[in-house]
């Protein structure tokens, strides 16, 4: 239950009351390719209350890692709230994880970006490849890796310890765009999408928005956490165009 002061989208209206969490992602270790798990756990859930937090007006995160052998019976997921924004409740879809490699872009160091351009300039003619959309951060819904800033980017230092955060998780509405489709968009997904339709359509959009989410003006919620102290603190940020 979230107990934190929330208020209905786009509003300064508090929304009273608590509020059930909905779930936002369920991964196992075993699928979390490259991602350091606490120890004695193999599960990591990630859950959010579905209205306007802070300053920014985004959902509130909260992380849990668990132990998938000291679970429990498993009780009915209560319903997301019947006023919740449909925007911040995900629809039910299953994770396939897939690893790439990816590099940074708002977060490449000025003088390497300096130095590297001409090497940018060059791909681009030869191949029609931006680094920027086809390169760098992987776009969408993933664990690990470079948060895909859509403004500059803000990096959480944590509270305890005065370190900067890793990036955990980044949750996104939108799972490619118009151009980083061609080098990102999963195998599996190619075949319903149309050159310059990547998201028209029935199936091009089930690829496009898997998650039914839209955040802000398609923008992304930014999850951190502090690897350096036992407890793993988190921090978030949104951010959108």
Known sequence: MCAEEHYDIGSNTPHG???????????????????????????????WCPFDHGEFCYPLPQVHWRDSRAVGPVKATPAAPADAPRDYVPSPCVVHPEQVAEYPSWDLPEDLRKGLRDRFDQLERETGWLYWYHLADAPGIKLGGYPGWTQEPVWPDCAACGRRMDHLLTVASWEYDGESWRTWLPVEDREVVDGQETHRGEEG????????????????VYIFECRSCPDRPIGHWFDCS
């Open 205 to 220: 959009l089930a690829a496009h928005a898997a998650a039914g989410l839209m955040l802000g003006d398609a923008g992304g």
């Open 17 to 47: 009351g608590e509020v059930p969490l909905v779930p936002i992602v369920q991964v196992y270790a075993a699928d979390a390719f490259g991602v350091s798990f606490p120890p004695g756990c193999d599960l990591l859930q990630v859950l």
